[in-house]
């Protein structure tokens, strides 16, 4: 932006785009996703508000909703060579298509801007309409302008400077083009990809249990499972991005959180909000046309997410009993596939076992907001008032499945499945170890993340696993 700083500073007004370039988001869909949030039964309105075209769409989604400008992803390079500009005595305007009430709200927020044009009137203030509007207050080339995309070549013709925050230039008339500004945006689909959590895919790795458990192993078993593996794993980033999108707001006010690609805006929301539906296509698709029990259990597991992420992950202790429900999905999803009927043993097992970790998951959250010194979970229904019993509940859960898992050895399943038994016993002090080091590590806050990821990193939790397996084979042969 070297090129306008050397301009004298009053000399001509510089004109901001808001969407997508003041911020790595656009208002139109914050609005529509903080609706849904909002208003989720409500939603089959939004089609009949289209009718009043895109400008009445606009206002009547601004009307329903609150929208807070604080929580947005502003382009810190941008806006801070704007509060210079703004120091120097630069007219600095903000032309937006967004509606004016939400433009206002940014523009107050801010304190940079002289001027405010938006979306009013019935008029939405994007390409040629802006181009004359500015050209009405300011006159042809009496202006400088920095925007983000094609739909602005117009204003940029109108421009006396054109600049972008894209990483490649925009041609405009008479072989010009636009000079860069801001922080260049990279490509989607990498931070899609990010998304979308591959190393949460690890979660599902518990559709083979049934096979393990029911000592099925074969190619074919193998193949189901691997099949219900790949569903669930599409199903479960579907409900990822839902879910980012739907915390976008709440995960930027959050140190660690407002890291993700949509909460920071390398994610553009409605390319999340495109993908999101068509991997959760794609998911149940798979399950179609390979097992209809399985499509019924990923039914199951996709409504279940979509409630959470919609309503249940906001409700206290809903949020956690329904987190531990969807591990347990996964199992019965593994059953689905390959035809093994999983023991009430395992179920029992699973659930407690889960209902610990998920329990954990949160005591970690609260632990650390407390150490913020904050006391209110942004999103969640939970206080650091509320960590202490959280945390006894959790170390409970993890010890309840263990007495699950010693009564299993009174079973006659464990007759039928294994030769040597009392190997098994082996098991127990390796799971006491684990989950008092787990819990007594959360007391600590040294687990600061979705405990399951961090077993998946931890060489004492990989090793214990591993004698455990070793364990599990040994009563086998």
Not at 21 to 39: A, M, N, V
Not at 257 to 268: D, M, N, Q, V
């Amino acid at each position: 932006m070297a090129e306008y700083m050397m301009r004298e500073p009053a000399a001509v007004p510089l004109v901001v785009d808001l969407d997508g370039t003041l911020i790595h988001s656009d208002l139109l869909w914050e609005s529509i996703l903080i609706f849904i949030k909002l208003r989720f039964l409500q939603l089959w309105r939004l089609p009949f508000w289209l009718l009043r075209g895109k400008a009445g769409f606009k206002e009547k989604i601004a009307s329903m909703i609150e929208l807070d400008p604080a929580a947005l992803p502003y382009d810190k390079v941008l806006l801070a060579e704007l509060v210079l500009q703004r120091a120097q005595g630069r007219l600095i305007v903000l032309a937006t298509g967004s509606q004016r009430r939400f433009a206002d709200l940014v523009a107050a927020h801010l304190g940079l801007f002289g001027k405010v044009l938006a979306t009013e009137g019935g008029v939405n203030l994007t390409s040629h309409n802006k181009a004359a509007q500015l050209k009405d207050a300011f006159g042809n080339k009496g202006f400088d302008y920095i925007g983000n995309a094609s739909v602005d070549i117009a204003v940029w013709n109108a421009s006396n400077g054109a600049f972008s925050v894209t990483r490649k230039p925009f041609r405009l008339a008479d072989g010009l083009s636009t000079r860069s500004a801001g922080t260049p945006r990279t490509g989607w689909w990498g931070p899609l990809l990010k998304a979308m959590r591959p190393r949460q895919w690890l979660k599902n790795l518990l559709v083979f249990v049934p096979m393990l458990a029911g000592h099925a192993l074969n190619v074919d078993a193998f193949l189901q499972a691997l099949v219900a593996f790949a569903a669930f794993s599409l199903c479960a980033s579907s409900a990822y991005l839902l879910n980012d999108a739907l915390d976008a707001a709440d995960d930027r006010r959050h140190p660690v959180k407002c890291h993700r690609p949509i909460a920071s805006g390398k994610l553009p929301l409605h390319v999340a909000m495109l993908a999101s539906p068509l991997l959760a296509i794609a998911a149940l698709s798979i399950c179609a046309a390979f097992d209809p029990l399985l499509l019924l259990v990923v039914v199951v597991y996709f409504i279940t997410t979509l409630a959470y992420s919609i309503q249940l992950k906001r409700m206290l202790m809903v949020d956690i009993v329904t987190l531990a429900i969807l591990y347990t999905l996964r199992i019965l999803g593994g059953s689905a596939a390959t035809h093994i009927e999983p023991s009430f043993w395992l179920l029992a097992f699973s659930f407690f076992i889960f209902l610990s970790l998920a329990l954990l998951k949160r005591y970690s959250e609260l632990f650390n907001l407390e150490r913020q010194g904050k006391e209110k979970t942004s999103g969640r229904n939970y206080t650091t008032a509320d960590k202490a019993p959280i945390g006894i509940m959790g170390v409970n859960s993890g010890f309840i499945s263990l007495l699950v898992f010693m009564l299993y050895f009174n079973s006659e399943n464990v007759l039928v499945l294994y030769t040597r038994p009392y190997f098994l016993l082996g098991i127990v002090p390796l799971l006491v170890f684990w989950l008092g080091r787990l819990w007594t590590l959360s007391f600590r806050g040294e687990v600061n993340e979705d405990p399951v990821l961090y077993v998946s990193k931890d060489a004492i939790s990989l090793c214990i696993i591993a004698a455990s397996m070793l364990l599990a084979v040994g009563a086998s042969l």
